[in-house]
């Protein structure tokens, strides 16, 4: 029986393993200039986590096998155990943790704790339950006025625009995220409610927005096309409605809907997201 069970850990292992070469289910193409380095971080740590991974499982199969119950009447021994081992591979393990997590935090930070540079799309967006809303500056480049206390779903004003206030005329609304290609877009992330997700596996970065804070990320997207955008916090019962759409498009489609009124502007996107495909993955 102790060898039957250590041989299947050793297939289990070498099965869940295999998985991870065969490839079969992996990242969708990337679309964002520091998609290189993240998955270059995110291979790098796989690899060492895996190689950790099967010398674990080997061991204890080793382990299973050579301890398996024997038909000998020989009593228990007690053993202590070794403290220098579990001094020396906790060393091991907290530095290798330590290394990867320094090695990464620079793509992090590079999307999070810098400023978008100069030049940069901004979109504010603001989720709720259960919906996406991107707000646009306009063809004036500023954001008109917003006040919770204005905010009003059955007038479909879910950011809380003041219309009072000249920036806002020119402003659009809409439930899918519209960006220029090459060029730096800056996200401004809230939410009214609870806290949300955003997700576009394309990006590889999810980013959390929390009600009562404005958190901002920037990124520059390298492929026009039409990609999907969800929810990635399991915000509520309808959480699975939170499901919209990115489109990246040629600065010259972006400057034409900058120009647009709201409803054209609305129109337009609809008209955009039907022209376009998802890509197959
Ligand atoms: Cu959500």
């Given at each position: 029986m102790g060898r039957a069970l250590a041989v299947i850990i050793w297939i289990l292992t070498l099965g869940s393993v295999s998985l991870f070469f065969v490839k079969q289910w992996w990242f969708?193409?990337?679309?964002?200039?520091?998609?290189?380095?993240?998955?270059?971080?995110?291979?790098?740590?796989?690899?060492?986590?895996?190689?950790?991974?099967?010398?674990?499982?080997?061991?204890?199969?080793?382990?299973?096998?050579?301890?398996?119950?024997?038909?000998?009447?020989?009593?228990?021994?007690?053993?202590?155990?070794?403290?220098?081992?579990?001094?020396?591979?906790?060393?091991?393990?907290?530095?290798?943790?330590?290394?990867?997590?320094?090695?990464?935090?620079s793509v992090w930070a590079s999307l999070r704790?810098?400023?978008?540079?100069?030049?940069?799309?901004?979109?504010?967006?603001?989720?709720?339950?259960?919906?996406?809303?991107f707000h646009y500056a306009g063809k004036d480049n500023k954001f008109g006025r917003t006040d919770p206390q204005l905010i009003d779903d059955s007038a479909l004003n879910f950011v809380g625009i003041d219309a009072q206030d000249p920036a806002s005329a020119d402003d659009s609304v809409t439930s899918?995220?519209?960006?220029?290609?090459?060029?730096?877009?800056?996200?401004r992330l809230r939410s009214k409610d609870v806290i949300h997700n955003f997700w576009v596996p394309q990006l590889r970065f999810k980013q959390d927005l929390v009600p009562g804070m404005e958190i901002k990320v920037h990124f520059t997207a390298n492929?026009?096309?039409?990609?999907?955008?969800?929810?990635?916090?399991?915000?509520?019962?309808?959480?699975?409605k939170m499901r919209s759409f990115m489109l990246v498009l040629p600065e010259t489609d972006i400057q034409a809907l900058q120009a647009m009124p709201q409803e054209q502007f609305q129109a337009r996107v609809a008209e955009l997201l039907n022209q376009h495909q998802l890509p197959t993955y």
């Open positions: 969708p193409t990337a679309i964002s200039s520091h998609a290189a380095a993240l998955d270059r971080q995110f291979l790098i740590t796989i690899i060492v986590v895996g190689i950790s991974f099967t010398a674990a499982q080997v061991g204890l199969g080793y382990m299973v096998w050579k301890y398996r119950e024997r038909p000998i009447n020989d009593r228990a021994v007690y053993t202590h155990g070794s403290n220098r081992l579990e001094v020396l591979w906790t060393v091991i393990t907290a530095f290798v943790f330590i290394t990867l997590g320094v090695m990464g935090q704790l810098h400023d978008a540079p100069a030049g940069s799309y901004t979109v504010e967006v603001v989720a709720q339950q259960f919906q996406w809303n899918a995220l519209v960006i220029p290609v090459n060029r730096p877009v800056e996200l492929k026009v096309g039409k990609y999907e955008l969800a929810c990635a916090e399991l915000c509520g019962q309808l959480h699975f």
